[in-house]
């Protein structure tokens, strides 16, 4: 009589529970090179926040108007600075990283580590979305507990508009880090860029439908975030939460920024 021999793990398995195990203890790295800064730490996690709060406050009971509704200023804020952290971690956080450590010499230096190049690189990834995933999920908090706002009744739809925007963010922060020339010149241009299509993209202000703003604002991502995120929120009221165009512009940009990093992705500093 023949028994059949026990089941053991193919070798595949195997080597994916060690990648998955070697990613995770970069990730574990990663973060805490993160939280051992606990100033600049709270600086990151706390900008999104201050803000949120300061023109919380300000806005009080009003109205958001311009095509919202009557849905109030402060939940607008709520939708519109959860795409902010999203995008601040995953785009100019990680390009400013990646320039001064390319600058440093440091991603040279882990090139040459036996450390397969891209765990390191899954792990300083990964490690920005947790930063992410942590200013959305204060940011839900002070605007349920602080400014009686309601969670986004689409989960699903606000769950997918967060992982759209990271991946595509993250592509984008690592192209741009291949376009900025040095380290001192990474925190202006990436900062300055940032901040102006936050401006021009409704983060501060509805924008009205239809006004030639909107059409500018559309051929960029930032607004595609913060209006696929809001769309969760249903913002405007009776919207769409599955904000598909959005999300096909979002990762149409991604590819764009994966396609430039692939091109001029370096190791080591660039010659003066």
């Not at 040279?108 to 690189?121: E, F």
């Amino acid at each position: 009589m023949s028994t059949a021999a026990p089941a053991t793990p193919t070798t595949g398995s195997f080597r994916g529970l060690s990648d998955a195990r070697l990613v995770g203890r970069q990730v574990w790295y990663e973060q805490l090179s993160f939280w051992l800064n606990p100033l600049g730490a709270i600086f990151t996690l706390g900008f999104s926040t201050i803000f949120l709060v300061l023109l919380g406050a300000l806005g009080g009971n009003s109205k958001t108007g311009s095509g919202y509704g009557a849905a109030k200023l402060a939940q607008y804020y709520l939708g519109g600075f959860v795409a902010y952290a999203i995008m601040a971690a995953c785009f100019t956080v990680l390009a400013q990283t990646l320039v001064n450590r390319r600058e440093m010499g440091l991603l040279k230096r882990l090139r040459l580590s036996p450390v397969p190049t891209w765990s390191l690189l899954s792990a300083i990834f990964l490690s920005t979305m947790i930063i992410a995933l942590l200013q959305v999920g204060i940011l839900l908090a002070v605007g349920t507990l602080g400014f009686n706002d309601h969670l986004p009744p689409h989960g699903v739809a606000f769950i997918l508009a967060i992982v759209v925007g990271m991946f595509s963010f993250t592509a984008l922060g690592v192209g741009v880090s291949t376009l900025v020339p040095n380290a001192d010149a990474s925190g202006p241009m990436v900062s300055i860029v940032f901040f102006l299509l936050l401006a021009f993209s409704g983060l501060y202000f509805p924008i009205k439908p239809g006004t030639t703003l909107a059409t500018v604002s559309g051929y960029f991502p930032v607004r595609h975030l913060i209006t696929a995120v809001l769309a969760s929120f249903n913002l405007p009221p009776g919207s769409n939460p599955w904000a598909w165009n959005d999300l096909g512009v979002m990762a149409i940009w991604g590819a764009a920024g994966v396609f430039i990093a692939l091109r001029r992705w370096q190791w080591a500093p660039r010659r003066k």
